[in-house]
């Protein structure tokens, strides 16, 4: 083999190097969940997605790769697109568990190959095993059943103290709450973070936990059967 052909073996062998460091050089998962309640009754309100208004229970807003600096890697392949036939044994799952809500109604699609495209062409796993693992991670956090078991029902107010107290409880781990505002000004309860290893298979003590909406010390946990649905789709 030439002095050229060495070159060119060289070559891909840095490249592929390189697509492995970008695709696994994080330090930890942050796992986020969020209310619809909250989605929807601010002045932005929400689109239920055209599988229909979903459950009254945490969904997910995605598993995202993050580096102990508060830093994150993002799109890392930009020729990897989300392919509906990887996933289709998880489509039914992941229309309850990661329904969409922006405007206008979609069928999620557009909304997971987002987060694939953003955060899980970051990881080390193919598009079935990262999606697999968030709709696990869900699972074995079950915030609403959490909150419940301390008392803590959708459809009034309560101490932040008390909702990060249940969560670390239930689950072993401090959370991070990240709130919103309703039109009438009151902070309510928006979105739950965790932090996973990153095999994204167990939580752990958050590295560092992220910059979002401050709450205040009493924050609404308010109701999504309730909640009406956006006029922009009717």
């Known amino acids: 083999m030439g002095i050229k052909g060495s070159a060119v073996i060289t070559l891909l062998l840095l490249q592929c190097v390189s697509i492995l460091c970008s695709s696994q050089d994080f330090d930890f998962f942050y796992f986020v969940q969020q209310w619809p309640a909250s ?10 997605p055209t599988t229909g208004k979903p459950d009254e ?22 020729e990897s697109s989300l392919d509906r036939s990887e996933i289709t044994d998880l489509v039914s799952r992941m229309q309850k568990d990661w329904p969409t809500l922006a405007c206008p109604s979609g069928d999620g699609m557009k909304f997971w190959g987002h987060e694939w495209e953003k955060h899980g062409t970051c990881t ?7 999606f697999q693992a968030a709709l696990d991670l869900k699972s074995k956090a079950n915030l609403l ?12 107010f309560y101490s932040l103290e008390s909702i990060k107290k249940a969560i670390e409880e239930g689950v072993g781990y401090e959370a991070y709450i990240e709130c919103n505002v309703d039109p009438a000004g009151n902070h309510q309860l928006y979105q ?5 290893d990153t ?3 167990d939580f752990i003590k958050c590295p560092i936990l992220p910059h ?12 999504f059967s309730s ?5 922009d789709e009717l």
């Open 124 to 130: 080390s796993l193919d598009q079935h095993s990262y």
């Open 145 to 156: 059943q959490v909150l419940g078991d301390a008392g803590i029902r959708p459809g009034k």
């Open 39 to 48: 989605y929807c009754d601010t002045r932005r309100s929400c689109c239920y």
């Open 227 to 231: 909640n009406s649905q956006s006029q």
């Open 192 to 196: 739950v973070y965790m932090c996973v």
């Open 57 to 78: 229970d945490f969904s997910i807003h995605g598993l995202w790769p993050n580096y102990n600096s508060g830093k994150y890697p993002q799109n890392c392949d930009r």
């Open 199 to 201: 095999s994204a298979s």
């Open 212 to 223: 979002g909406r401050a709450c205040g010390k009493n924050i609404e946990f308010p109701s």
